[in-house]
């Protein structure tokens, strides 16, 4: 592993680091717990996703680039169960959905 | 599946992590990560669902690979679309919560669903139910009554792939 990082690695993880900067925004920006949760799940995913792939490229096939490896499977398999997990936490918790929002079939079907 | 071809499984899915995580090669931690993974695989109540024999089928795993390469295709438009909505000035959203009835039969292949929804365009599951998914959307369609039409515009396209893996 040299220490000099080549262009594919810098390229992906640069892109990865401005989708988390996005989702980041959205986290800010958005009005209500439910379309924050949507930002930062899609774009931390890819975000995170696309700096351990670059992690993966840098390093090549050894100790730091297989543990990159799962990790990005594991980031892509589990980020949306626990974003799922806080909607559904936070529905059941009472959390109001934005003023403007246009239908909660949730609310009508389960009472909560 | 049997019980024994089952532990089988499981140590072999404990012991390859390992491998994997640790990286070395060399007999003391080979032995280790062996032991290790016996001790799991006995004392753990079972890593797999039922219907385990679908790992030994290549068809299944064919359509696993088109279904992630599809999903990632998605995964990408899902950031633009984000990344459309966040920087936007007037913060075009439209959203609400709404249900679709899901056509999949196995568990894990709705789980799988949930999950591909989740990372798709402007969607996020919320829960399930049987066969309905309410998934909150950051852009609810004009024709709010058609659940034919909201069922595929949000899961069609993963509803083929994720069949053919699962059920």
């Known amino acids: 592993m040299s220490s000099q990082i080549g262009l594919v690695p810098i390229i992906l993880i640069s892109i990865g680091v401005t989708f988390d900067l996005v989702g980041a925004l959205g986290l800010i920006r958005l009005p209500d717990v439910y379309n924050r949760l949507q930002a930062a799940t899609k774009c931390v995913t890819l975000g995170t996703f696309l700096i351990l792939i670059g992690v993966l490229v840098h390093s090549g096939w050894n100790a730091m680039g297989i543990k990159a490896l799962l990790a990005a499977i594991f980031v892509l398999w589990t980020s949306p169960t626990g974003s799922h997990a806080l909607a559904r936490g936070a529905h059941i918790a009472g959390v109001k959905l934005w003023e403007g929002s246009i239908v909660d079939k949730y609310k009508e079907d389960t009472g909560r | ?167």
Do not use: C
């Open chain 2, 1 to 167: 599946m049997d019980t024994l071809k089952r532990r089988l499984l499981d140590f072999v899915i404990y012991f390859v992590l390992w491998l994997l995580l640790t990286w070395s090669f060399d007999w003391q931690g080979v032995v280790v990560g062996a032991v290790l993974a016996m001790v799991f695989a006995l004392a753990l109540s079972g890593l797999l669902p039922k219907g385990a024999e679908r790992l030994f089928s290549p068809v299944r795993w064919f359509w696993a690979i088109i279904h992630l390469i599809s999903l990632l295709f998605w995964i990408v438009m899902a950031n633009f679309d984000v990344l459309y909505r966040v920087l936007h000035p007037n913060l075009p959203i439209r959203p609400g919560i709404v249900k679709i009835k899901t056509t999949l039969k196995s568990d894990e292949a709705k789980a799988f669903l949930a999950n591909s929804i989740t990372l798709t365009p402007g969607t996020l599951t919320i829960d399930i139910i049987d066969d309905w998914l309410y998934v909150h959307w950051i852009n609810v369609h004009e024709n709010l009554e058609d659940a034919e039409a909201i069922t595929k515009d949000i899961a069609g396209r993963f509803e083929v792939t994720l069949r053919r893996v699962f059920d």
